[in-house]
C-alpha cells in the first residue's frame, strides 16, 4: 500500500496523527489531494492544532492545480470569516467562481447574498 493510499485510509478511519505524517509530504512534493487533506486537519484542528492561516496556505496551493473542494473551502473561509481571516465577499466569490470552473457541484448558487 503507497503512503498515498495508507494516508487516505488513516484520514479515513479518523487517525489524524498518522495521515498527517503520511499525507504531509506527499501535500509538499505537489499533491493536490494531500494538500487539500492537510489544509482541511490545519482548519479543523484534526489531530493538530487549529491553525487557520496554515489551511489557507495548503487550500491555496490545492486550489491553483485545479483541486475543487480546495476552491470551495477557501471560499467558505473568506465568505464567513475564520481566526485571523476577515470576511471578504469578493475573495470568496472569486473562490466559489474558481470552485465551479473546476467542476466543484456543491458550492453556493449564488456564491453569496
Not at 48 to 64: H, I, N, P, T
Not at 92 to 105: S, V
Amino acid at each position: 500500500m503507497s503512503n498515498s493510499t495508507s494516508g487516505l485510509a488513516a484520514f479515513a478511519a479518523k487517525n489524524y496523527l498518522d495521515a498527517f505524517k503520511l499525507l504531509k509530504p506527499i501535500a509538499e512534493r505537489g499533491d493536490a489531494e494531500a494538500q487539500c487533506i492537510v489544509a482541511n486537519m490545519y482548519h479543523l484542528g484534526l489531530g493538530l492544532e487549529r491553525d487557520v492561516l496554515e489551511a489557507v496556505k495548503w487550500y491555496k496551493k490545492s486550489a491553483q492545480q485545479g483541486y475543487g473542494v480546495a476552491s470551495n473551502n477557501l471560499a467558505e473561509i473568506f465568505a464567513i470569516g475564520d481566526r485571523g481571516i476577515a470576511t471578504d465577499r469578493t475573495k470568496a466569490e472569486k473562490w466559489y467562481q474558481k470552485a465551479k470552473e473546476q467542476r466543484f457541484l456543491h458550492c453556493r448558487n449564488p456564491p453569496i447574498s
